[in-house]
Structures are given as structure tokens and as C-alpha cells.
Nanobody
Framework: QVQLVESGGGLVQAGESLTLSCIIS????????MAWYRQTPGNQRERVAR???????NYADDVKGRFTIYTDNTKSTMYLQMNSLKVEDTAVYTC???????????????????WGRGTLVIVSA
């Protein structure tokens, strides 16, 4: 299994920066896609950034140019650097990864998702 733990959330003023981290443990070698999501009460979860297995990086339109997703060399930690924060960036941010899992008694594999519990980011005016 893969376990994710986020940290780095807090209260900041608009225009300031904050970097979130996500510690990944377990079957790190089986992790493929990696992503950051955010959600506010009453709204659906939104993907803000992701790194695909092949290295492609995608960002939500409203964070392009402000947020950066990256990992360390071992993929044991992923980060979300957030610059020029806006009030509307306020949300609970969670990290998630896709995990390739062997099917018992077979050479085939299946993809499962692992999620962190989230870290709260509050941006004040």
C-alpha cells in the first residue's frame, strides 16, 4: 500500500507564497501519476496540478503561472509551490497518486488511487 501525508498549510495573506509537501511511503516504485487537489465546502474537488508517469505536467487554468508541482529525486516527496496566492485559493489541499498493484496469481496489474487527508490553506485579503 501507499500512504500520503500532507503538510505546509496555514494562514497567509493574498500575494504571499506557500509550499505544501506530501510525504509518500510504501510502494513508491509502484507510483505512477501524482497530483494535488483542492476542495472547499459545497464545491467539488478540483485538480490543481499533476505529474503524469511520463513526466508531463498539467495545471488548472486558474493556477497556471503561479503554482508549481515537483518531486524529489526518489519520488518520496511531492511539493506544490504556490506563489501570488489569492483569496479564492483558500481550500483544503490534498495529494493523490495512482498506484500500480499486482493482481494475485496473475501477471496483470491494476491501478488504484491513494489519497492524503488534506492540509488547510487560508488566504486572507
Amino acid at each position: 500500500q501507499v500512504q500520503l501525508v500532507e503538510s505546509g498549510g496555514g494562514l497567509v495573506q493574498a500575494g504571499e507564497s506557500l509550499t505544501l509537501s506530501c510525504i509518500i511511503s510504501g510502494m513508491i516504485d509502484n507510483v505512477s501519476n501524482m497530483a494535488w487537489y483542492r476542495q472547499t465546502p459545497g464545491n467539488q474537488r478540483e485538480r490543481v496540478a499533476r505529474i503524469l508517469y511520463g513526466g508531463t505536467i498539467n495545471y488548472a487554468d486558474d493556477v497556471k503561472g503561479r503554482f508549481t508541482i515537483y518531486t524529489d529525486n526518489t519520488k518520496s516527496t511531492m511539493y506544490l509551490q504556490m506563489n501570488s496566492l489569492k483569496v479564492e485559493d483558500t481550500a483544503v489541499y490534498t495529494c493523490a497518486v495512482d498506484v500500480l498493484v499486482d493482481i494475485s496469481g496473475s501477471d496483470a496489474m491494476k491501478v488504484m488511487e491513494s489519497w492524503g487527508r488534506g492540509t488547510l490553506v487560508i488566504v486572507s485579503a
